[in-house]
């Protein structure tokens, strides 16, 4: 039996990837699975945590004993993670938010005109949920952790975003093949502000899951 080494504590993690709509119909999205964050959410409940599972899009049913919040888009996933966080003791951003939406909504389905020419689609940035969290923590010594999916100069990368987003710990996958999108299967470097650095081989999703956890546990705030 796993040991509940998380009980008494309230964890909040995203999953899935969110979709930003154009027009009733169509929407800016990627190609997270969401698989990631669900591992990491039955993880914690397994060790006996409350969790908040913030999910966007994964079309995954909900996983037995943990809250469930559906949401579509960065500003709702935004909106459900700070509601979440007020009383969390650490918060997983497993999920893909979209960097851009489009600036516009069309509220009817965009159409062709004549033979030829094309609409240009004018972005603004969403909020970086991850590099809130860190920067305005919800309670003294919660713990913050991101993910990163990078496809060359990895470490570098991840120990840059690492600084830039202000986290405790940062999961640094390497886009390929087999691995990170859609695949029951991750390999990752997870990244420590102290400067730790914890390989995770290729294997099953909920390794690494299990890993994350342990990384959090020493780094959560003392129960009173
Ligand atoms: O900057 P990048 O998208 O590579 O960072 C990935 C990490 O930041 C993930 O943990 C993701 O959940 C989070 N993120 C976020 N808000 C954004 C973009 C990414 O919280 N707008």
Known sequence: ATAPDLAGRHVVVSAGGTREPLD?????????????????????AARGARVTLVEANTGLPDPAGVDVVHVGTAVQLREAV???VADADAVVMAAA???????VYAPGKIKK????????VELVRNPDILAEL???????GQVVVGFAAETDDVLANGREKLARKGCDLLVVNE???RKTFGSEENEAVVLAADGAETPVPYGPKEALAETVWDLVLPRLRPTD
């Open 175 to 177: 886009v390929g093949e």
């Open 24 to 44: 009733p119909v169509r929407y800016l999205g990627n190609r997270s699975s969401g698989k990631q964050g669900y591992a990491l959410a039955r993880a914690a």
């Open 134 to 140: 860190s920067a305005d923590r919800a309670l003294p």
């Open 113 to 120: 005109k004549g033979d030829d020419g094309a609409p240009v």
């Open 97 to 103: 938010v979209a960097d851009f939406r489009p600036a």
């Open 82 to 84: 700070l509601k979440a």
